[in-house]
């Protein structure tokens, strides 16, 4: 046995950075008018200059770089003084001009955090065409042609980089929802994973736990949800400690996720892929964002998901995990918000948890709880109602579910179904009557036997159909006995 | 000095196809406009910034206003290959 030892005994820690493109939400191309493409025709968003004919020139879109700032603000970064645009030279079919136009040495931002993960960078970059593989098979390998659509070719794309800050698949994807959820606060793209306007790559490694060099990394593609992101590099790790557990090396590589079967597929390795021989741009001049421009990007920013959730928490006492829910799905929040305005009485925790909860099971899947017909101030008044006692939790969710199919107000949907809580002497007589019709709990509650009560309380629960409070009436029950 | 594999493996990276004639050729030139780049570093440059660009301007921007893209068919009209509305090609990797 080695001092270390076994490899078998060895705990390995997972070192994982995420790369993530951003399609921004302009209205044209990056360096080009063409609009932007949205499943149009093939081919019929394009011009001389992004499909690279030769003596054409590109101009940088003013609001491409107006969203890199509010994206480089949002996650903190330092703002570079001047950055430059260089050309990233490689062939292939995607890419007309025989190279893209991105930034290298010195991107737009740098040194940012969200959350627990540092950002190393921020840059702005064209997106590549599509290539549309011919033949009515559709595989990546195999198929003899290709056809291009450059619609796509030239969208301003912002790509951002982590530091390998991540340790678990599970913080990856949970770090790649807050990214997406403040993405989207910022309206600067629609952050889509299926459609592809958000695009998540992971760099996944091992080292021995404690170590604090870094492993071979892989490369992991085209994950196209966050629970795929989860999965995939999960597949990962595990692939790679086999790998070192048998005594081999990892190899540096590009793995491709197949969604359908879970499967990584290392991609054809591009010979020379990563000799792409950078150069400044010669066409373009350099970025330097103004005051001016800056702060008109920081004025655009809204309340950030990260700040909202540290709100919640401390205003309205929220536990974390239903303050991060309701941060990161906007429209929940400001649901949840336009309640609490709408009604003072009601308790913000409580209201929180029918808004996460039962609100949220009662709509479809990701839809807008503004678009229901359970108006927040419908939803506030039965929240506080039940904080008042004049309806119990499981007739309050019988309203519910009347408001979310045909909407109206609790009290009165309450007092026309005879939801509410029975009065002060209804419950008095329905005790009374209870007593007399267990009369042997009574006789082996007085002989000491308390779990007894719960027979005479089950009775008037019945009788009341739950519109009492069980404790009221085991008290009333307990103080007639005793009497 | 650029040797002779220095040009085949640029050569591969930007797709051409060079005779051992253009491989010598191109040997010597490229070896001779990097020694006239070399001479630079005889000066002292500790202090002077790279020059990426010869003009001092900055922030040229264009508005986010869209042009008329062109039609297909005269996106397409070079193209040695069409298919299905747009360019056809090799399938890459292959």
């Not at chain 1, 959350?115 to 390998?141: F, N, P, Q, T, Y």
């Not at chain 1, 009557?433 to 000491?448: I, K, P, S, T, W």
Request: glycine letters at 8%.
């Amino acid at each position: 046995m080695t001092p270390e030892g076994p490899a078998a005994e060895r705990r390995y820690e997972p070192v994982i950075g995420l790369e993530i493109h951003v399609q921004l939400r302009t209205r044209t191309k990056m360096f080009c008018g063409c609009a932007l493409s949205f499943g149009e025709e093939p081919n019929t968003r394009t011009c001389p200059i992004c499909l690279g004919h030769p003596g054409t020139l590109p101009a940088v879109n003013a609001e491409a770089v107006h969203f890199g700032l509010m994206i480089a603000l949002a996650l903190e970064c330092d703002l570079a003084e001047r950055s430059v645009f260089h050309r990233k030279n490689y062939f292939y079919p995607d890419l007309p001009k025989g190279y893209q136009i991105s930034q290298y040495d010195v991107p737009l931002a740098r040194n940012g955090v969200l959350g627990d993960v540092r950002i190393h960078r921020v840059h702005l970059e064209e997106d590549a065409a599509k290539l549309v593989h011919a033949g009515s098979s559709g595989r990546l390998h195999g198929a003899e042609a290709s056809v291009v659509d450059f619609n796509r070719g030239g969208t301003p794309l912002v790509e951002i980089v982590t530091e390998p800050d991540i340790r678990s698949a599970a913080e990856a994807a949970e770090w790649g929802r807050l990214l997406r959820a403040t993405l989207r606060a910022t309206g600067v793209s629609d952050v889509n994973m299926e459609e592809g306007s958000l695009r998540v790559d992971a760099n996944v490694s091992i080292r021995p736990a404690g170590e604090s060099t870094y492993g071979t990394k892989a490369e992991l593609k085209n994950m196209n949800s966050f629970r795929f992101l989860e999965r995939g590099i999960e597949a990962e790790l595990a692939r790679q400690e086999a790998i070192v557990r048998d005594g081999a090396e990892v190899e540096q590589e590009t793995l491709h996720f197949d969604p359908q079967t879970g499967a990584l597929t290392p991609l054809r390795s591009k010979e020379y892929a990563h000799d792409y021989r950078y150069f400044p741009e010669p066409d373009l001049v350099p970025v330097a964002p103004t005051e001016e421009m800056v702060s008109r990007a920081r004025g655009a920013l809204p309340e950030l998901p990260a700040a909202r959730a540290g709100r919640l928490e401390a205003d309205r006492g929220l536990p974390p995990e239903t303050a991060r829910l309701l941060a990161f799905r906007a429209e929940l929040g400001d649901y949840y918000e336009a309640a609490l305005a709408a009604d003072g009485d009601v308790d913000p925790r409580a209201l929180a948890s029918w808004v996460t909860n039962d609100l949220q099971a009662r709509l479809g899947d990701g839809e807008d709880p503004a678009r229901s017909s359970v108006e927040p101030a419908a939803l506030a008044r039965l929240v506080a109602m039940v904080g008042e006692r004049r309806i119990s939790q499981s007739a309050a969710k019988e309203v519910l579910d009347v408001l979310a199919a045909e909407g109206g107000d609790p009290e009165a949907i309450a007092s026309e179904r005879s939801l509410e809580m029975a009065g002060g002497d209804e419950i008095a007589q329905v005790v009374e009557r209870a007593l007399e019709q267990n009369a042997d709990a009574v006789e082996q509650v007085r002989a000491g036997n308390q779990k007894a009560i719960g027979a005479i309380v089950g009775a008037v629960m019945r009788e009341t159909k739950g519109r009492a409070d069980g404790g009221e009436v085991q008290r009333l029950i307990r103080e007639r006995i005793e009497a | 000095m650029i040797d002779r594999d220095q040009v085949l493996h640029v050569a591969r990276l930007a797709r051409l196809r060079l005779t051992d004639e253009e491989v010598a050729r191109m040997s010597s030139e490229l070896s001779s406009i990097l020694d006239h780049i070399e001479k630079i570093e005889e000066l002292d440059l500790q202090d002077v910034p790279p020059t990426s660009h010869v003009v001092q301007v900055e922030n040229v921007l264009r508005e986010d206003d869209s042009r008329p893209s062109l039609p297909r068919e005269r996106a397409l009209e070079q193209a040695p290959d069409v298919a299905d509305g747009g360019f056809r090609v090799p399938s890459p990797g292959t």
